[in-house]
């Protein structure tokens, strides 16, 4: 037996109030009226009888009331075997699949152990097997049929998704509530420290749950991988693109590796570099000279260690030819459409390739082959060419339009039709010009004031004044910009954000998101925008299967990534799209949860087992309070106490009346 505050029992000194309470209203004596004591013989009077205690039964209720207390308040305990409370336990077998155990015959070996494990299942008893990663699955009902348990152990296939310790417990405590046996968890992994939850809380083990570990590796375990690869999804220009990598090295001394760039299985470029003890170092790959169309590529590092899944880093690459932009403007305006295309041309990915036109070559332009259009201040455009250009945006296209000192003299902002109030002017000299909180450090001299209406503005000069609105035109979309690019009427194209600028500008209106070029097992891929939601998409795996199935293909909007390699994505409307994906490589790290945390984890279940062989008791036993029946005898002690005491208080009353009446 034991006690959870144990300092109260220093209260039990308080047993004596009673003796000393009882000792004090023991001799009583009635004074008598007497003539004369003069024939009285002086003598001491014994004090033996006077310390008797009397009302025995009174002070023992008394005494067990101050011991009770004390004993409620000191939470006293004793420890009793688990299964003394419960019924039959349940055998959880629990097999980390992620991709760290695809290291050597990890796999193999937890199958193996977890099979022996199965072989001490007693009569009556159930198990229940579980395959963990990021997720739990649950592969078979609890059960005591051998033939069923061994069937759902060698159903357990390794996977590629990183393991959560913290999803494992969560589950664990979920099937706690709907077993309510007491649970023996046997978990076969090799405890990566990686797969951690953040707050140790997360690991809480369901009440009274024995956890016994099965580590399928120990020791050291250096590793050397590519940890991450930046590269553009799209090329337009192969000898300018730059790939970048980062190669990281776990628990590993410094060593030099070579890292290549591989494309279509031939090897691109190879470079050799000094990888510090236990740190990174970025390598860059300059050119990637790929065939049109998807290309699957990757990077790799020959590792050299025992885990060599991680050695390479897939990545998927679109080869295209750059997408046409149409700049029309002024003819005696030759600055706009130089600046324009110089920032254009500057992006890190040369994604768009302008053409030019003056406001007379625009009549009989094709407008369907270009991404968008720029028009630039432009004055003397035929009727029609506006007339088709809003035609061609409502119908989905994109245009940017700048406003200058022509298009200050008309009424209306061509094709996004709101009025023109104003131009607004500064000079060059002094401190007098416009600015921007959006563009720090450019200066604007004149700005075309114009009526906002619908649109979202998404910069303004100090003053409010709009400078780029943007507006949604039927199922197209056109952006305002309320000045020049010739560096007349500010000096916009002379600073650096002009080029992403233009950049940001062009892809937002091109309809052509920046893409990744490889993704993470687990992480989510849309499938349809809002305005697809009639396409039909269908996701081939790395197998060439299907993935989806025949309702998912038309209503899914997301789909989860499972497992390593390229995933193509197949859309009714004709785009197709190649996904490269890879395990997260914070399974690279295979350095392993230290003892003293493990210790923790086990504990939080009241089950400190960890090997065969522990002392008996150890495991199988837990503290059980039994303060309620304290507090029940506390009750029922406090109401003898009242009872027996007014009977006492009453028949002291009554001698007392009587011892005056003799007396009187």
Request: charged share 25%; no cysteine.
């Given at each position: 037996?034991?006690?959870?505050?144990?300092?109260?029992?220093?209260?039990?000194?308080?047993?004596?109030?009673?003796v000393?309470?009882?000792?004090?209203?023991?001799?009583?004596?009635?004074?008598?009226?007497?003539?004369?004591?003069?024939?009285f013989?002086?003598?001491?009077?014994?004090?033996?009888?006077h310390?008797?205690?009397?009302?025995?039964?009174?002070?023992?209720?008394?005494?067990?009331?101050?011991?009770?207390?004390?004993?409620?308040?000191?939470?006293?305990?004793?420890?009793?075997?688990?299964?003394?409370s419960?019924?039959?336990?349940?055998?959880?077998?629990?097999i980390?699949n992620?991709?760290?155990?695809r290291?050597?015959?990890?796999?193999?070996?937890?199958?193996?152990?977890?099979?022996s494990?199965?072989?001490?299942?007693?009569?009556?008893e159930?198990?229940?097997?579980?395959?963990?990663?990021?997720?739990?699955?649950?592969?078979n009902?609890?059960?005591?049929?051998?033939?069923?348990?061994?069937?759902?152990?060698?159903?357990?296939?390794?996977g590629?998704?990183?393991?959560?310790?913290?999803?494992?417990?969560?589950?664990?405590?979920?099937?706690?509530?709907?077993?309510k046996q007491?649970?023996?968890?046997?978990?076969?992994?090799?405890?990566?420290?990686?797969?951690?939850?953040?707050?140790?809380?997360?690991?809480?083990?369901p009440?009274?749950?024995?956890?016994?570990?099965?580590?399928?590796?120990?020791?050291?375990?250096?590793?050397?991988?590519?940890?991450?690869?930046?590269?553009?999804?799209?090329?337009?220009?192969?000898?300018?693109?730059?790939v970048?990598?980062?190669?990281?090295?776990?628990?590993?001394p410094?060593?030099?590796?070579?890292?290549?760039?591989?494309?279509?299985?031939?090897?691109?470029?190879?470079?050799?570099?000094?990888?510090?003890?236990n740190?990174?170092?970025?390598?860059?790959?300059?050119?990637?000279?790929?065939?049109?169309?998807?290309?699957?590529?990757?990077?790799r590092?020959?590792?050299?260690?025992?885990f060599?899944?991680?050695?390479?880093?897939?990545?998927?690459?679109?080869?295209?030819?750059?997408?046409?932009v149409?700049?029309?403007?002024?003819?005696?305006?030759?600055?706009?459409?130089?600046?324009?295309?110089?920032?254009?041309?500057?992006?890190?990915?040369?994604?768009?390739?302008?053409?030019?036109?003056?406001?007379?070559?625009?009549a009989?332009?094709?407008?369907?082959?270009?991404?968008?259009?720029?028009?630039?201040?432009?004055?003397?455009?035929?009727?029609?060419?506006?007339?088709n250009?809003?035609?061609w945006?409502?119908?989905?296209?994109?245009?940017?339009?700048?406003?200058?000192?022509?298009t200050?003299?008309?009424?209306?902002?061509?094709?996004?039709?709101?009025?023109?109030?104003?131009s607004?002017?500064a000079t060059?000299?002094?401190?007098?010009?416009?600015?921007?909180?959006?563009?720090?450090?450019?200066?604007?001299?004149?700005?075309?004031?114009?009526?906002?209406?619908?649109?979202?503005?998404?910069?303004?000069?100090?003053?409010g004044?709009?400078?780029?609105?943007?507006?949604?035109?039927?199922?197209?979309?056109?952006?305002?910009?309320?000045?020049?690019?010739?560096?007349i009427?500010?000096?916009?194209p002379?600073?650096?954000?002009f080029?992403?600028?233009?950049?940001?500008?062009a892809?937002?209106?091109?309809?052509?998101?920046?893409?990744?070029?490889?993704?993470?097992?687990?992480?989510?891929?849309?499938?349809?925008?809002?305005?697809?939601?009639?396409?039909?998409?269908?996701?081939m795996?790395?197998?060439?299967?299907?993935?989806?199935?025949?309702?998912?293909?038309?209503?899914?909007?997301?789909?989860?990534l499972?497992?390593?390699g390229?995933?193509?994505?197949?859309?009714?409307n004709?785009?197709?799209?190649?996904?490269?994906?890879?395990?997260?490589?914070?399974?690279?790290?295979?350095?392993?949860?230290?003892?003293?945390?493990?210790d923790?984890?086990?504990?939080?279940?009241?089950g400190?087992?960890?090997?065969?062989?522990?002392?008996?008791?150890?495991?199988?036993?837990?503290?059980?309070s039994?303060?309620?029946?304290?507090?029940?005898?506390?009750?029922?002690?406090?109401?003898?106490?009242s009872?027996?005491?007014?009977?006492?208080?009453?028949?002291?009353?009554?001698?007392?009346?009587?011892?005056?009446?003799?007396?009187?």
């Amino acid at each position: 037996m034991g006690f959870f505050a144990p300092l109260f029992l220093a209260g039990l000194v308080g047993v004596g109030f009673p003796v000393w309470l009882h000792l004090l209203r023991q001799h009583k004596n009635v004074p008598m009226p007497f003539s004369s004591l003069m024939f009285f013989e002086r003598r001491i009077q014994s004090s033996v009888r006077h310390k008797r205690l009397k009302h025995l039964l009174l002070l023992a209720l008394r005494l067990a009331l101050v011991v009770l207390l004390m004993l409620l308040f000191s939470n006293p305990y004793f420890k009793r075997p688990i299964a003394a409370s419960a019924g039959a336990r349940l055998m959880i077998i629990a097999i980390d699949n992620s991709f760290s155990m695809r290291q050597g015959d990890q796999i193999a070996k937890a199958k193996q152990e977890a099979l022996s494990v199965l072989g001490s299942l007693k009569g009556g008893e159930s198990a229940q097997v579980l395959e963990f990663s990021n997720a739990i699955k649950v592969m078979n009902q609890g059960s005591s049929d051998q033939s069923e348990l061994r069937g759902a152990v060698a159903a357990v296939e390794p996977g590629d998704a990183r393991s959560s310790y913290g999803e494992l417990s969560r589950t664990l405590r979920m099937i706690a509530q709907t077993a309510k046996q007491p649970m023996e968890i046997h978990l076969f992994s090799d405890l990566q420290k990686s797969s951690m939850p953040p707050g140790f809380a997360d690991l809480q083990l369901p009440e009274g749950a024995k956890l016994i570990l099965h580590p399928t590796i120990t020791g050291e375990r250096p590793n050397w991988t590519v940890e991450t690869v930046a590269a553009p999804a799209r090329i337009y220009e192969p000898k300018k693109v730059r790939v970048q990598a980062t190669v990281a090295g776990y628990q590993t001394p410094a060593a030099q590796k070579k890292v290549s760039l591989v494309a279509g299985g031939r090897t691109l470029d190879t470079k050799t570099v000094n990888v510090p003890a236990n740190g990174k170092v970025t390598v860059e790959f300059l050119g990637f000279d790929v065939p049109y169309g998807y290309n699957k590529a990757e990077v790799r590092v020959d590792g050299g260690d025992a885990f060599p899944n991680d050695d390479r880093y897939l990545i998927s690459v679109e080869r295209a030819d750059p997408r046409k932009v149409l700049f029309v403007h002024e003819a005696r305006d030759s600055r706009s459409p130089l600046y324009f295309r110089t920032a254009l041309e500057s992006a890190a990915n040369a994604a768009f390739m302008l053409e030019t036109a003056t406001s007379d070559q625009s009549a009989n332009l094709s407008l369907d082959k270009y991404a968008f259009i720029v028009v630039s201040d432009v004055g003397s455009a035929p009727q029609s060419f506006l007339d088709n250009l809003t035609k061609w945006v409502k119908g989905g296209g994109s245009v940017l339009v700048a406003l200058g000192p022509v298009t200050a003299a008309k009424q209306r902002v061509p094709v996004f039709d709101e009025a023109i109030t104003e131009s607004k002017y500064a000079t060059r000299t002094g401190e007098r010009f416009l600015a921007s909180d959006q563009w720090e450090g450019v200066k604007f001299f004149q700005v075309i004031r114009f009526e906002a209406g619908k649109s979202t503005v998404l910069a303004k000069l100090g003053d409010g004044t709009p400078v780029l609105a943007e507006k949604q035109i039927g199922e197209g979309r056109a952006v305002v910009f309320a000045s020049t690019f010739d560096n007349i009427a500010n000096d916009f194209p002379l600073h650096a954000s002009f080029i992403p600028f233009v950049e940001e500008t062009a892809y937002r209106l091109a309809h052509q998101r920046d893409v990744a070029s490889s993704f993470v097992v687990g992480g989510l891929i849309e499938l349809r925008a809002a305005q697809d939601r009639a396409t039909s998409v269908e996701v081939m795996d790395p197998q060439g299967k299907r993935a989806l199935s025949l309702e998912q293909a038309t209503r899914a909007e997301t789909y989860q990534l499972p497992a390593e390699g390229y995933f193509e994505i197949r859309r009714s409307n004709g785009r197709q799209q190649m996904i490269a994906v890879n395990a997260d490589r914070r399974e690279s790290n295979l350095s392993p949860i230290d003892k003293e945390t493990l210790d923790l984890w086990q504990n939080t279940g009241q089950g400190t087992e960890s090997k065969p062989g522990a002392k008996p008791g150890e495991a199988d036993t837990k503290p059980w309070s039994f303060w309620w029946y304290i507090l029940l005898a506390l009750f029922f002690v406090s109401i003898g106490e009242s009872l027996v005491g007014s009977r006492f208080i009453e028949r002291g009353e009554q001698d007392g009346e009587l011892n005056r009446k003799e007396a009187a």
